[in-house]
């Protein structure tokens, strides 16, 4: 059975730091691309960083140089360090696993606000 388990999120003040967590279970951690997604409210869900297997990462505009992606392929686990947050970071955050044309695979979410 295919998991994948995000944590770290939270409340925080704008211009902070939070770093999120998903961990996989039941997939070649190895072979996927790692990626993580957001979706504010009414808004649709949209790419945020993404770390293949082979490659570089790849980042939304609104997120370079403040989110950084990364992978522990020990730990099958996959982390997005957010920092010099905003109010417009605001939304629920997904991890995500694809490989090629298999189905891709999705965690629960994690909330992330930004608010003073």
């Known amino acids: 059975q295919v998991q994948l388990v995000e944590s770290g999120g939270g409340l925080v003040q704008p211009g902070g730091s939070l770093r999120l967590s998903c961990a996989a279970s039941g997939i070649i951690f190895s072979i996927y691309d790692m990626g993580w997604y957001r979706q504010a409210p009414e808004k649709q869900r949209e790419l945020v960083a993404i770390?293949?297997?082979?490659?570089?990462?790849n980042y939304a505009d609104s997120v370079k140089g403040r989110f950084t992606i990364s992978r522990d392929y020990a730990k099958k686990t996959v982390y997005l360090q957010m920092n010099s947050l905003k109010p417009e970071d605001t939304a629920v955050y997904y991890c995500?696993?694809?490989?090629?044309?298999?189905?891709?695979?999705w965690g629960q979410g994690t909330q992330v606000t930004v608010s003073s």
């Open positions: 995500n696993a694809k490989n090629g044309p298999r189905p891709d695979y």
């Open positions: 770390i293949p297997s082979v490659g570089r990462t």
